[in-house]
């Protein structure tokens, strides 16, 4: 298979996909009282697919997406308040505003090692955190920012106590925008992200602009991030500090290495099976629930993604599980 | 203004305490450790405990507090950290930040999340103020004088250490590159356990000392988390003066700036870092050559 239709056939929409996204469809319909869960689930997805493209294609570690998250959960949520309550258009305003934070936060992400990234990008969310607390007569400081009414979406479909129209809302929006970023993930300009990704300089030697491709990227995976708190603060009604805190930049960073980076699918998976097992989780004890997080994120890590998913890759010799191993990401790709 | 000046000297000391083992063990093995934090609250939980329950002179606690974080620190590393240096560093932050939180939970349920409180010994609590008359031109605590006493006299020695004894020296080189220093027969593991060891303890010493100024409760590993990070970012981590005047520079930054603009808060220490590390990717105190 040469090297063109290896990128065409990645591309390729697969019969599981439109059975997958119809039943997610289906689900508020099927079971009206966790239509609240499948609308969180779906926000969570979005914003985990946004950090799929800097993390899994471009290989930028970064622990402050949730910045972006939050920018667009205020920016929607202060459009609805002052200017109009329409969610398509405040959904616009909220993705916009994130895109414009994203295009200049590129810039200092360009250049420095690892640790200049996830300290720049951690940064980042922490001032837009001391900001959004500061700024109390515009945000509502630690309070949160109350009081947001929405009116319908498109002018018919109220939103309603059970969450279900918030639940297809936020589900077509996911469709939407996983959809283009799908087909642009696999897009020869896509391709050349994991080149920047693999190995920068022989990247910039096959003349790649690499600095080009991360800001560009950057802005994009800003404007998803954007998107998912928009549709956050939308169907929620409300925004609070906590859209920018550590825990959720940490948390999503999770869903995607549970889900598998470099796959946009990961995303939506990780965040599904996340949610899942935080809602089972902290049933059993709320107020500890991170420590289970953290042993899982110690033995996932311990362990190795790929044989915690694939147990029988623990017995049978080293060698095997190696060439599993390399053959099971052959099969990702 | 020199008061000020004071409490900041005192409080960047005390970040450079707990701050430079991450450094250290940053630069030796390039590995990204989100769970220092957790190893200063172990020492400043130990010290609370000590003092508490078992009614031991304050001074005695602090080598304690740090042997016992340095034990603690040898032990994790032998069994866990090891198997992570040749990960990826997505990998090391996904296990630090999972140890993190592990921590900040476990505290939690085993000492309650509410504040602890550190009763010091009489002699630190007064405070001097030197000045003409009712104008204090410079007011400082015994404690912080204290803190920055103790901080100055362990920085020297691992100055001292670092830059004449043979263990420095063999440090040096497995920081600037490990391969060669290992070729050339220098135990790299060997040094690199040693090293997280005193760093744990170093961080552990610094939480104890710390537990008075900057509040200890469980979720100390992440409220200052970024605290460290900036310190070792900033200051690079080839050498340990880098971090030192780091932790100088943020601890006076920080002081001052919620002094002078308590609207701000944090803000400033954070941009500051952004434009710092935006100028200088690679940290503002770097030696040429090396890697």
């Not at chain 1, 009282?33 to 985990?48: G, R, Y």
């Not at chain 2, 000046?5 to 093995?29: E, H, K």
């Not at chain 2, 507090?65 to 032998?78: C, I, M, N, P, S």
Request: hydrophobic share 55%; with cysteine; glycine share 12%.
């Amino acid at each position: 298979m040469d090297a063109r239709e290896q990128l065409i056939s990645k591309a390729r929409v697969r019969g599981w996909e439109p059975l997958v996204w119809l039943l997610a469809f289906a689900l508020p319909w099927l079971m009206p009282s966790h239509a609240l869960i499948v609308n969180e689930v779906a926000i969570v997805a979005l914003f985990a697919v946004s950090l799929d493209l800097v993390l899994g294609y471009t290989g930028i570690v970064s622990l402050g997406h949730a910045a972006f998250l939050g920018f667009g959960a205020y920016a929607a949520a202060l459009f609805a308040k002052h200017v109009v309550p329409d969610p398509l258009l405040g959904l616009l305003f909220g993705t916009v505003c994130a895109t414009a934070l994203g295009a200049v936060c590129s810039l200092t992400i360009l250049r420095g090692t690892d640790l200049t990234r996830l300290m720049v990008t951690l940064g980042m969310a922490l001032i837009l955190l001391e900001l959004a607390n500061k700024l109390d007569w515009l945000t509502g400081g630690s309070d949160g920012l109350q009081g947001v009414v929405m009116g319908p979406v498109l002018g018919r479909f109220e939103f309603d106590l059970y969450g279900q129209t918030a639940a297809w809302y936020s589900l077509s929006v996911l469709l939407i925008l996983f959809g283009l970023a799908r087909r642009w993930a696999h897009s020869p300009w896509g391709a050349t992200l994991m080149a920047v990704r693999d190995n920068p300089l022989r990247a910039m030697a096959i003349g790649i602009p690499v600095h080009n491709r991360l800001a560009v990227v950057y802005t994009v995976a800003a404007a998803l991030a954007g998107a998912a708190g928009a549709l956050m603060a939308q169907t929620t009604g409300f925004a609070s500090l906590d859209v920018f805190a550590l825990e959720r930049s940490a948390d999503v960073v999770l869903m995607l290495v549970i889900g598998g980076v470099g796959w946009l699918y990961g995303g939506v998976l990780g965040a599904v099976v996340f949610k899942l097992m935080h809602d089972v989780i902290s049933g059993i004890t709320p107020q500890y629930w991170t420590f289970w997080i953290g042993l899982f994120l110690v033995v996932l890590v311990m362990v190795g993604r790929e044989r915690l998913i694939r147990p029988w890759l623990w017995f049978g010799r080293a060698a095997d599980a190696k060439g599993a191993v390399a053959d099971a990401k052959g099969g990702a790709l | 203004m020199l008061t000020l000046l004071f409490d900041g000297i005192a409080y960047g000391m005390l970040l450079f305490i707990l701050a430079v083992g991450l450094s250290v063990t940053m630069g030796l093995m390039n590995f990204i450790n989100l769970a220092h934090g957790a190893f200063a609250m172990a020492g400043g939980y130990l010290t609370v405990v000590l003092m508490q329950r078992w009614d031991l002179p304050f001074l005695w606690c602090l080598p304690v507090a740090f042997a016992g974080t340095a034990l603690l620190g040898a032990l994790l590393e032998r069994t866990l950290y090891r198997h992570m240096y040749s990960k990826p560093h997505l990998d090391q932050v996904l296990f630090s930040i999972g140890l993190a939180f592990m921590s900040v939970a476990s505290m939690d349920y085993f000492m309650g999340s509410q504040q602890q409180i550190m009763q010091l010994p009489e002699w630190l609590r007064g405070r001097t103020e030197l000045g003409y008359g009712d104008n204090v031109v410079l007011g400082m605590g015994h404690y912080r004088l204290f803190i920055i006493a103790v901080c100055a006299a362990l920085t020297v020695g691992l100055q001292f250490i670092l830059a004449k004894t043979r263990f420095g020296s063999r440090l040096r080189a497995s920081v600037d590159d490990a391969r060669v220093a290992a070729g050339l027969g220098i135990p790299v593991n060997l040094i690199f356990a040693a090293t997280f060891a005193v760093g744990s303890g170093l961080a552990g010493l610094g939480g104890a000392l710390g537990a008075e100024v900057l509040g200890l409760d469980p979720t100390f590993p992440l409220k200052f988390m970024v605290y460290f990070l900036i310190v070792v970012a900033v200051g690079g981590t080839s050498s340990i003066t880098g971090p030192l005047w780091a932790a100088l520079l943020l601890g006076i930054a920080d002081v001052a700036g919620k002094y002078y603009m308590p609207k701000l808060g944090s803000f400033i220490v954070y941009s500051l870092m952004i434009a710092i590390l935006i100028w200088r990717p690679q940290g503002l105190f770097v030696r040429k050559g090396g890697r």
